[in-house]
């Protein structure tokens, strides 16, 4: 080569390469924003993938204005390469969305399906959104983090550094007077051992029936997709050849067993005078600890939990010799209980512990649903053992579902009582097959309600429920898992991949596809799971975690157990001096805090009813989650 032609190459070369570290240091200062909304994890490379570009025109980011381009860009991570064009599109011709106070715009970009890190990119206002993965397994360590919070709930053993790591300590609720000798709170006598189980929320209380819906959707989970669940979530059982979710379900079981009497009925609660609420670490609740009194509703509950358990169980004998037995004969010794007492006990529908100090929750059976926990015993026995004394009862107090029955927002618990056992029971050999028919038309009925994928639909964040109360999360599950029954018992096969496709939709707002960007479980970032969630709660009511604690938020040295799913939104939430999240559109009611009282202006800020995590909430999760999971790990 002459001497001129090098020097060209030269020149060449070091204009390219000027050129590739411009494009890089350009890449790495473009904004970020929040109105680009995103699921902060990522999507599966078949699943449908729609960006939300959004002006916020109500409530607490309104501050913000925000008008996208007329294309979006989905760029690689490592090169800042384009490898996705795509149009915006109005929601609803560019009509503000009540529920979130936004104008919103959609970017599909499931053409894209090859696998990487990515981010999308608003040339017009030179704007990028969080980083996002597209993998096949891009919810596995997802999942681990989520099921692994049962095992921090877990009450009466040790949670050491090797199983908990930075979240761990001593066993608690072991000392005089707690759960290896509780005392009946009626009498103050009657010593019973009622250890372990796992604390039913933040508080360090347990209820025999907030299991219930709990176990059924971790049990149906693993039903939907056994393949996603593996023996590796470093727990004490993990490598003991059984499924750690399993693990998890027998140490609540257990639990649940000890409630019961000798008579078959099945104590209540556990709880204490302080209500359960305990700022500390819970080895150091030294509080007394009680049971209270057998309820025909917490009856109901073991048999539809130890029924429903004891068929994955039996896969499992090697491992656990006649555990699945065991929760059989302890069903069946319940329901002879309820058959002896038909009428509810105790009538007035409290369990007496509520009456006294033993609050936070009273857990009561004021709905008057006795009846359905029943109907919903007799469903999962007569699956369990394929007996017609349970069918004859099912079918005896059996009615023809309405179209609201499956709404999980249509009489709240007695509506889901009454929808797992309909599901129950269409899934059992049997079963009567007009009774079947019309279970499946009417999930087929309220599943054709509502498209998350139309454009000119309900919600512009593609995850509709119908209202946003405490615990509103819980229904975003809810709402996701009726798609997914609906696909489990195939009620219209042509649509099996509609209702797929509105399930997963549900699971994008939990990962922060909602209008305030929040992925709303608990420290999923380089804290703590390092799962890739760039903007966590980092902030939940938890006696452990409490405010002002080492795991209190972004700045505290470990932030909150991680995976932990927060309550959600809540429109009603009252306290006028803490806005937001008063006052606020409804989807984003939310705040990232655990202040339970302002000690200087002397009132309660409430925070419980927005971010305190429950059991029931993160089953739910999970149950909607596992479907979506690949078995690869």
């Known amino acids: 080569m002459n001497k001129k032609n090098l020097f060209l190459a030269v020149v060449i070369f070091g204009l ?24 902060q994890f990522g999507w599966r490379p078949q699943a ?41 599109k109005a929601w609803k011709n560019g009509v503000m969305d009540e529920s979130s106070g936004d104008k919103v715009w959609w970017g599909d970009f499931t053409g894209l399906k090859t696998e990487g890190s990515y981010y999308i990119y608003d040339r017009a206002n030179n704007l990028r959104s969080f980083t996002f993965d597209i993998r096949n397994d891009i919810y596995n360590q997802v999942l681990k983090a989520a099921v692994r919070t049962f095992y921090y709930q877990r009450c009466g053993t040790n949670i050491p550094r090797k199983y908990g790591g930075n979240w761990n300590h001593q066993a608690c609720h072991i000392g005089k007077n707690q759960d290896y000798a509780a005392l009946r709170y009626t009498t103050n006598t009657q010593p019973q051992d009622v250890h372990g189980g796992w604390h039913d929320a933040g508080d360090f209380n347990k209820y025999v029936p907030f299991t219930t819906k709990t176990l059924w959707n971790l049990i149906n989970a693993y039903e939907l997709n056994p393949a996603a669940f593996t023996d590796n979530y470093n727990i004490p059982e993990s490598g003991n050849g059984v499924p750690d979710i399993l693990d998890e379900i027998k140490w609540e079981l257990d639990w649940i067993l000890r409630m019961q009497m000798a008579d078959g009925s099945v ?16 080895n150091k609740d030294i509080t007394r600890r009680y049971y209270t009194e057998p309820t025909t509703w917490s009856t109901a509950s073991l048999i539809i939990s130890s029924a429903n358990a004891s068929r994955l169980f039996q896969n499992f004998n090697n491992v656990y010799p006649g555990y699945s037995e065991k929760l059989i004969a302890a069903a069946e010794n319940a329901w002879k209980y309820l058959e002896l007492n038909p009428n509810k006990i105790p009538k007035d529908g409290h369990d007496y512990g509520s009456k006294g100090k033993l609050g936070v929750a009273a857990q009561a059976d004021e709905k008057e649903s006795d009846d359905m926990w029943r109907f919903w015993a007799a469903a999962e026995l007569y699956r369990a053992t394929g007996k017609t004394v349970y069918k004859q009862y099912f079918d005896s107090n059996y009615t023809p579902p309405k179209d609201g029955w499956f709404d999980p927002m249509g009489d709240k618990e007695r509506s889901w009582h009454k929808q797992f056992a309909y599901v129950t029971y269409a899934q059992t050999q049997g079963a009567d097959k007009a009774k079947v028919a019309e279970i499946k038309n009417a999930l087929k009925t309220i599943t054709s309600w509502y498209n998350n994928l139309d454009i000119n639909k309900e919600d512009p964040y593609r995850a509709f429920v119908w209202d946003y109360y405490w615990g509103s999360n819980q229904v975003k599950a809810d709402w996701g898992i009726t798609f997914l029954l609906a696909r489990l018992l195939e009620v219209e ?16 707002y939990f990962h922060g596809r909602n209008p305030l960007s929040w992925v709303y479980l608990s420290n999923m970032g380089a804290k703590g799971a390092k799962a890739g969630a760039e903007k966590s709660v980092m902030e939940i009511v938890h006696g452990w975690f409490h405010d002002g604690s080492v795991y209190d938020g972004t700045n505290s040295k470990y932030g909150p157990g991680p995976g932990f799913v927060s309550g959600g939104p809540n429109k009603y939430y009252e306290i006028k001096q803490v806005a937001p999240p008063f006052g606020e559109p409804p989807q984003k009611a939310y705040k990232d805090w655990n202040t339970p009282w302002n000690v200087w202006k002397r009132f309660s800020e409430g925070s419980w009813t927005i971010t305190e995590p429950a059991i029931y909430y993160q089953a739910a999760y999970v149950n909607l989650l596992a479907y979506f999971c690949e078995n690869d790990r």
Do not use: C, W
Not at 267 to 282: D, I, L, Q
Not at 493 to 508: G, I, K, M, T, V
């Open 267 to 282: 104590a209540n609660r556990v709880a204490s005078t302080n209500g359960g609420e305990f700022a500390g670490m819970p």
């Open 16 to 39: 390219s390469l000027v050129s590739i570290l411009s494009i890089q240091v350009d890449a790495q200062n473009i904004p970020l924003t929040e109105q680009i909304i995103i699921d």
């Open 48 to 88: 449908v993938k729609v960006a939300i570009f959004a002006n916020p025109i109500k409530g607490q980011n309104s501050q913000i204005k925000y008008q996208p381009g007329s294309q979006f860009e989905v760029r690689r991570q490592d090169n800042n390469q384009t490898v996705y064009t795509g149009a915006i």
């Open 493 to 508: 096969p042509s649509r099996n991949q509609f209702y797929e496709q509105n399930a997963e939709e549900y699971l994008h």
